[in-house]
Structures are given as C-alpha cells and as structure tokens.
C-alpha cells in the first residue's frame, strides 16, 4: 500500500518536474542575445528581462525542489518493497527442476549420418 502511494507520487512529481523544465527558457543566449538587441540599452529592452528572470528563478528554484523529491522519493520506495513473501527470484520461481540424463544409456534419436544402402559393386569398365 505504502509502496504503491510512493510510486504514484514519484510519477506525478516526474510529469511535473519535465513540465517545468520545459518551461525553461535556454541558456544559450550569451553573445547572442546581446547583440541582437535583447542585452538592454536602447528600446527597453531591460525592463523585460527583469519579470523573465523572476519566472526563470521560480523555475530553477522548482527544478531543483522536484529534483529533490524525486531522488528521495526513489530512495524511500526501496525501502517500502514488501520483501516477506519474496524468498526467490522471478526466474527461479519460473525455472524447472533440472533434469538429470544417464549418458551411459544409448541414444534414442536416429543417427546424425545418413545409413548407406549395400549396392552392388560397379565393375570397372573394360578396354
């Protein structure tokens, strides 16, 4: 119950978490930007990037929180594993019992090489 609740929270927190990284503005815009007109001076343009870099801050500051949770979420639902009815692996529990052959007893299958019928000779042709 408890491990089923785990793994519901750390999936809401996984879709929220690639949400707002998404959400992310790049941060590929050094030189670029600046030039470009985006940097501030004339126009404006300052007064812009001020409200982007509160979002942008509340965004990292959300990544970081999420990224958190999520880690400690994962490492919790290990912890939360019902491991008492658990006493062997998948694939032990699907493996048969392994079975023993006698190899002194002869082999059942038809031989490998085909068996060679007795012809007759072919005399050798006479000059």
């Known amino acids: 119950m408890l491990y089923t609740l785990t793994i519901i929270l750390i999936t809401i927190i996984s879709v929220l978490m ?3 990284v ?3 503005s790049g941060q590929g815009q ?6 470009a007109g985006g940097g501030g001076g004339i126009g404006g343009g300052g007064a812009n990037t001020m409200g982007a870099r509160r979002t942008a801050d509340f965004l990292s500051k959300s990544t970081s929180i999420l990224a958190a949770l999520f880690l400690s979420l994962c490492v919790l639902a290990n912890f939360f594993i019902d491991r008492e009815t658990i006493d062997q692996s998948t694939i032990q529990q699907q493996s ?4 023993t052959e006698d190899f002194g ?3 059942e299958s ?3 090489l085909p068996e060679q019928q ?3 000779p072919v005399p ?3 000059e």
Request: glycine share 10%; hydrophobic share 45%.
């Open 124 to 126: 050798p042709p006479s």
């Open 110 to 112: 038809a031989p490998a």
């Open 96 to 99: 048969s019992p392994v079975q």
């Open 22 to 24: 998404l959400l992310q």
């Open 18 to 20: 690639v949400i707002v």
């Open 30 to 35: 050094g030189l670029s930007g600046g030039i």
């Open 118 to 120: 007795d012809e007759a």
């Open 105 to 107: 007893a002869p082999a």
